[in-house]
């Protein structure tokens, strides 16, 4: 008889979300992927300028601002006609590596690696710098005093599972963890740099950045990422690299629908023909071409009485929570009715097959020897890790170039008129994935406002044919060891880097009984 766990809500991640699976002999055999939070940015953009969108939208998120941000000012671009010059086209990409490497190191250190090291080895253990003393004394004070939320943000966590037993290692990771905090913040100071503040910058326009470059700024984010790149090299890659040695039947895990795709992200060039990431899709083993016009949103799972089957530029917005059979207020976006995966392994698995990057097949390859592992190893729970270090690595040795190509001298912006009547699109690369934005303008008004972002793909519910999303697949045959502690769920949906709740509820159907855990 399948027993049902409902995880509600899924912790360390941006959001609320709610994953319901149901486990019989010991693997997950079917599964639920509910998104919990109404957003609604598109209905707030209505009727207002569209110079106003690019400051609206980024508070979509607040890990991520800078992508949606970017999304929107691609989409201005189109609609007003207006190519930024070079220098403009650069310092969007820097600023948005910057939100990138951030973003990366945030997931892995603060939210995904807790799933692997053993926190609680820090009680027994002698010898630490001052900063690990501090932690270990924090916890062991916590736990003395008997609180609920003992050793937050580490304790409480779903016990047992825990293959490093060399403390050691359990005590680097925990080391790297808070040297992670250290370096995410300078990632933050050099976006805010060229963007004024961060999250949320002041800089994005249609038709380039408002802001101009200076010698002290480029001297500045030069010195920042000279140690965020010592960082993703000595520390966040190797660190990947030993947690897969150590959970290698993570490889097998997680795999999913197998079917990838990316919008391509930072543009090489001024009409966005040339991407850093690779632009495309691998649908059913094979390399495609994007085209837009296959985008379209299904809703019949979805909390809303939109049209179905609709292209972003026709979407509609319209809320109803009370829908019979609907239990995700997240859409079903598919491409040409096919279910995708996106994210840093689409882009990592790309680019390796395109062979588009000499450098970054070179690292593919070097990665992959060193785990003694194939290609196919890549789709799978760990295999999204390792795509997003080696990813990091690879945007942070370009940026370094795209600063030495700024002419402080030069143009950063376009100038343009909002026309009467117009559309565009703003497709690009986020940390977690394609993310589009599409608005149409009338009457020099936003008349519909669209975005479909990388979680709305991921971690889409059914579509109108009954195919599950790329979350839902991927935790079909994941082993539940203990229904009481459903890590290994967690540790799959974590891998996407989903876009933060408190508390996760499993429920066991037969004793009727709430277990909660707070993680």
Known sequence: MAETIVIDPLTRIEGHLKIEIKVENGKVVDAFSAGEMFRGIEIILR?????????????????????????????????????????????????????????????FYLLSALDFVDITAILGYKGMDSKLIKVKEWVKADIDAGKKDAGAPFLPRYEGDYYIKDNDLNIHGISSYLKAIEIRRKCQEM??????????????????VACRPAIDHLIAFRSRLSEIK????????PDVIAVAKLYPDYFSIGKGVGNFMSYGGFPENDTKTEWLLPQGLLIDGKMENLNPDNIAEFVKFSKYSSGTGLN??????????????????????????????VGPLARMLLAYLNKSDSNTTSLIEGALSTLGAGPEALISTLGRHAARALEAKVLADRMESWLDEIDINGPVHTKYTIPQKSKGKGLTEGPRGALGHWITIDNYRISNYQAVVPTTW???????????????????GTPVADIKNPIEPARVIRSFDPCLACAVHVIDVEEDKIYKFKI
């Open 191 to 208: 976006l805010a740099i060229f963007g004024g503040k961060m999250p949320h910058c002041q800089t994005l326009v249609g038709g380039g």
């Open 458 to 476: 991921n971690g889409s519910p059914r579509d109108d044919n009954g195919v599950m999303g790329p979350f839902e697949q991927a935790l079909i």
């Open 312 to 341: 972003p530029y026709d979407g509609e917005t319209v809320p109803d929570y009370k829908k019979d059979g609907a239990y995700s207020w997240l859409k079903s976006p598919r491409y040409n009715g096919k279910v995708v995966e």
């Open 230 to 237: 010592a960082f993703i090299e000595k520390t966040y890659i």
């Open 47 to 107: 009727d207002r300028s569209p110079e106003d969108a690019p400051m609206i939208v980024q508070r979509i998120c607040g890990v991520c601002p800078q992508i949606h941000g970017t999304g929107s000012v691609f989409a201005l671009d189109e609609a007003f006609n207006a190519v930024p010059p070079k220098n403009g086209r650069l310092i969007r990409n820097l600023m948005l590596g910057s939100n990138f490497l951030q973003s990366h190191i945030l997931h």
